[in-house]
């Protein structure tokens, strides 16, 4: 399965365990967009991660919004890791998105709040 070659993978234990801060850093450090996936909700390994990712991932919308980011930049998806096929497609879907949107010039607004 191939998706486009300018994506990071970054691995966590369970999506309940990503910061906020994370996707604030990333967007800081120049990442045109963020995807978050975790496993369905009911599959949670630990229970209650993904509910918890769940209402993280609200509050960022709403505050990524309210720094000038768009957020469509954010995106958050249930899918296990047998869909890998799946996540090939999200992550192209995720790309286009991103091109069609272009740059995220949020590095140069962050850098003027600090």
């Known amino acids: ?3 486009a070659p300018n994506i990071r993978i970054i691995r966590v234990m369970c999506s309940g365990r990503i910061d906020p ?3 604030l850093t990333a967007f800081r450090e120049g990442a045109d967009g963020v995807m978050i996936c975790g496993c369905h909700p009911g599959d ?4 209650e991660g993904n509910y ?10 709403k505050y990524i919004e309210q ?3 768009d957020p469509k930049r954010l995106r958050l998806a249930w899918i ?4 890998g ?3 090939a497609q999200l992550a192209d879907d995720m790309t286009k998105t991103i091109l069609g949107l272009g740059p995220c010039e949020v590095k ?3 850098e003027t709040l600090a």
């Open 80 to 83: 296990s890791a047998s869909e």
């Open 1 to 3: 399965m191939k998706y």
């Open 44 to 47: 949670c390994h630990y229970h």
């Open 52 to 61: 918890k990712c769940l209402r993280r991932y609200h509050l960022l919308s």
């Open 67 to 69: 720094m000038g980011i």
């Open 108 to 110: 140069q607004v962050m």
């Open 21 to 23: 801060t994370f996707v």
């Open 85 to 87: 096929k799946q996540f």
